[in-house]
């Protein structure tokens, strides 16, 4: 059973840029397509990133869209959201997911496992 931790959460700047990375054990993700999601206070979690086993194909959330990207390293079995000109908006924790049927979706139901998650803060 793959596990998932995320790091790279903490505090910035509006404006400023965040790497979040995900890694993987207990098997390779290089089957699995791959996800991120967030969930700010009191609200449900959204869907941020995705992207396909290969890393050819990769779909945003429309608030993210042109300022984060996803990518992946199924060598290094980790997942990466490289987030840029971020808002306070976009303070939540994140999570890092696995499909392990290898599709690519925007649901949560998609995914079969799921990080803890880590916190990204943003301050004005």
């Known amino acids: 059973q793959v596990q998932l931790v995320e790091s790279g959460g903490g505090y910035v700047q509006a404006g400023g840029s965040l790497r979040l990375s995900c890694a993987a054990s207990g098997g390779t993700i290089s089957s699995y397509g791959m996800g991120w999601f967030r969930q700010a206070p009191g609200k449900e979690r959204e869907f941020v990133a995705a992207?396909?086993?290969?890393?050819?194909?990769?779909y945003y959330g429309d608030s993210v869209k042109g300022r984060f990207t996803i990518s992946r390293s199924n060598a290094k079995n980790t997942v990466y959201l490289q987030m840029n000109s971020l808002k306070t908006e976009d303070t939540a924790v994140y999570y890092c997911?696995?499909?392990?049927?290898?599709?690519?979706?925007?649901?949560?139901?998609?995914?079969?496992?799921w990080g803890q998650g880590t916190q990204v803060t943003v301050s004005s």
């Open positions: 992207i396909s086993r290969s890393g050819i194909s990769v």
């Open positions: 997911a696995a499909d392990p049927w290898g599709s690519v979706g925007t649901a949560q139901s998609e995914y079969g496992y």
